[in-house]
């Protein structure tokens, strides 16, 4: 019942105001990210510890069907809510950051939001993995440590 509580009220709230203009203080936020991620690769480091980043898939694009919109109940702010075209446009935002502090720090990485379809066959919302979801995820991370692991050998 919470979930479509959440989704009713994320309706609503499209159909007072829909945001889809990015963020006023999105440069600020997107530094914040940045330096928190080089602050967590630092203390990874010192403490000896292998580091593997994901970036952040989710459901949200320019064209979400409706049965798809539908499942949707994030980034609601009282009488309005972000589309999810905004939305992705931030997602790709964040992810690039991530993907850029890796390559400048050396550290592995894997796109899974470039890898995951945007649909209910991976999410129940807008970003949470279903059992299939969380399988896909699952076996895209051993694969990809095996493959590390083969290398190292």
């Not at 894997?110 to 399988?135: M, Q, R, T």
Request: hydrophobic residues 40%; aromatic residues 10%; positive net charge.
């Amino acid at each position: 019942l919470w979930y479509v509580e959440q989704r009713q009220k994320r309706k609503n709230a499209l159909e007072k105001k829909a945001i889809k203009n990015l963020p006023l203080k999105l440069n600020y936020a997107l530094l914040l990210y940045k330096n928190n991620l080089r602050t967590i690769i630092k203390i990874c480091r010192s403490r000896n510890q292998n580091l593997i980043l994901l970036t952040q898939p989710t459901m949200w694009r320019h064209y979400l069907p409706e049965k798809l919109r539908d499942l949707c109940w994030q980034h609601v702010d009282g009488n309005m809510a972000y589309t999810t075209d905004a939305l992705e446009k931030l997602e790709r935002l964040y992810n690039r950051v991530l993907i850029k502090v890796c390559e400048e720090e050396k550290i592995s990485y894997i796109d899974i939001a470039s890898i995951l379809p945007k649909d209910e066959s991976v999410f129940y919302d807008d970003c949470h993995f279903n059992i299939a979801g969380c399988e896909s995820l699952a076996n895209i991370l051993t694969d990809y440590i095996a493959k590390k692991m083969a290398q190292k050998n």
